[in-house]
């Protein structure tokens, strides 16, 4: 079955730096790369995705990479706030459901 | 539209205990799913449905019960509640099952402590 791993597991900067966080999936049928975001006593929210047909996407200080031959996707969050410490899972489509990496929990710094 | 209503929000059970979490959806989703989210493990699907009279198991689907009489309700059922159990459980919704551009949407949580 698909397998998602995801790095780092923690994750600090400074407010303003850029932050990356890393994922891996085994499937290459996987098709649908979500990432959520999940803040605290809350549930997750979906926040970018990318389809395997594209390779970059970009909604303001958000944007997502694929390389479908490395099986690997990334989100890079740049010019952080502090409202962005939470955390963040990724996720790739498989069959009719999805599977989740670990999280990453973001702090950011004031 | 209140998007995905989960209840209880906290619960703690006895060892061998059954209890019911209850989900709707006012979105008119035809796909629902229940995650169990643990420590360093992300979220696992238990179980989901594609539709009203139509369940599957998921990845981690023992111990636990699922029904859809209605497309608005997906309720999660511990038969005999273990501390293995203990854990955050989120229902989603999405309109259709996974996909390119298939958004789910999650509730807020439910945190079950089995002692």
């Known amino acids: 079955g698909e397998n998602v791993e995801q790095h780092p597991s923690t994750l600090s900067v400074q407010e303003g730096d850029s932050a990356v966080i890393k994922c891996t999936y085994s499937?290459?049928?996987?098709?649908?790369f979500p990432w959520y975001k999940q803040e605290l006593g809350k549930g997750p929210q979906l926040i970018i995705d990318?389809?395997?047909?594209?390779g970059e996407k970009k909604d303001q200080r958000i944007a997502v990479t694929l390389n479908k031959t490395a099986k690997h996707f990334s989100l890079h969050i740049t010019e952080t706030q502090p409202e962005d410490s939470a955390v963040y899972f990724c996720?790739?489509?498989?069959?009719?459901?999805?599977?989740f990496g670990p999280g990453t929990r973001l702090s950011v710094l004031p | 539209n209140a998007g995905v209503t989960q209840t209880p929000k906290f619960q703690v059970l006895k060892t061998g205990q059954s209890m019911t979490l209850q989900c709707a959806q006012d979105?008119?989703?035809?796909?629902m799913s229940w995650y169990r989210q643990d420590p360093g493990m992300g979220l696992r699907l238990i179980h989901y449905?594609?539709?009203?009279?139509?369940?599957d198991q998921g990845e981690v689907p023992n111990g636990y019960n699922v029904s859809r009489s209605t497309t608005e309700d997906f309720p999660l059922r511990l038969l005999s509640a273990a501390p293995s159990q203990t854990s955050v459980y989120f229902c989603?919704?999405?309109?259709?099952?996974?996909?390119?551009?298939?958004?789910?949407?999650f509730g807020e949580g439910s945190w079950l402590t089995v002692v």
């Open positions: 996720a790739a489509s498989y069959g009719q459901n999805f599977v």
């Open positions: 990318i389809r395997s047909n594209v």
């Open positions: 979105m008119n989703h035809e796909y």
């Open positions: 989603a919704s999405s309109y259709s099952i996974s996909g390119p551009g298939n958004t789910i949407y």
């Open positions: 499937d290459s049928a996987s098709n649908y």
């Open positions: 449905s594609v539709g009203a009279g139509i369940t």
